[in-house]
């Protein structure tokens, strides 16, 4: 007999992760809140019990679990995390695997309720995309304040979430930001986008691979364009290769 879950079971664990998380959500975001007097890395520290409550509840109730490669290849400094994006799993586990961190996100995200309130106390970088060069620059100048609190910064080069097999072309920010700062460009490729999809409220079972790749030094590449295409290269190529995880 096959081990596969069925389409009811799939269904049903489905609705208790949400479930749960319309319950827990809201009360968190209250708690969030009243966090704002207290130091960053505590108040980060506490902020994030919301995500591993998530992580928690999809393993256990939808079966999703996950393993990690390439953690040698992180610095031992802060510096730019160029995430995969094709679910919302990697926002919430990468706050699990990687160093304290702040996001470089559009601000309107900011304004949904509960979810964008916990956000803000966690200061992320938040743009107006269409300000063009001037969002460029706060975006530089915001990502130099974090770095030096010893922050890591997150982006996800794609700049929205991606269907598996979909290419998205790859904007140049995160490579203009490791450029202007001098710091690493760290590439991180995963298969979530198989388990939890965009726009499928259904999460299946299996387990994600996270691979982190070889840091892309800002002197190794001529320009931003072609840092870019380097970090596209490599994160689509190695999503390829890891391939579906779904039971």
Not at 75 to 94: G, N, R
Not at 204 to 217: D, S
Request: with cysteine; glycine share 6%; aromatic share 12%.
């Amino acid at each position: 007999m096959s081990d596969r879950p069925s389409s009811f079971s799939i269904a049903l664990r489905s609705i208790l992760f949400h479930l749960c998380v319309a319950l827990i959500t809201p009360p968190y975001a209250v708690f969030a809140c009243l966090l704002f007097p207290l130091p960053h890395q505590l108040r980060y520290k506490l902020i994030t019990g919301w995500t591993r409550l998530i992580i928690f509840f999809a393993r256990t109730l939808c079966g999703i679990r996950f393993n990690i490669k390439g953690t040698e290849h992180l610095p031992s400094q802060p510096c730019i995390l160029a995430l995969k994006h094709s679910s919302a799993w990697e926002t919430f586990a990468a706050q699990l695997i990687f160093p304290p961190q702040v996001w470089v996100l559009k601000r309107e995200l900011l304004w949904i309720p509960f979810f964008g309130w916990g956000l803000w106390q966690l200061q992320p970088i938040a743009i107006n995309r269409s300000s063009g060069a001037k969002a460029m620059r706060q975006m530089i100048q915001q990502a130099n304040d974090r770095i030096k609190k010893g922050l890591w910064i997150v982006v996800f080069p794609e700049g929205t979430r991606s269907l598996p097999g979909e290419r998205i072309e790859y904007k140049s920010g995160a490579a203009h930001l490791a450029r202007s700062l001098n710091i690493p460009l760290v590439p991180v490729a995963h298969n979530a986008g198989y388990l939890w999809p965009k726009n499928d409220w259904r999460r299946y079972p299996g387990e994600i691979t996270i691979e982190i790749g070889t840091p892309l030094l800002p002197d190794h590449f001529q320009n931003a364009k072609v840092h870019t295409q380097h970090l596209e290269e490599w994160i689509e190529g190695t999503v390829h290769q890891l391939g579906n995880p779904r039971l």
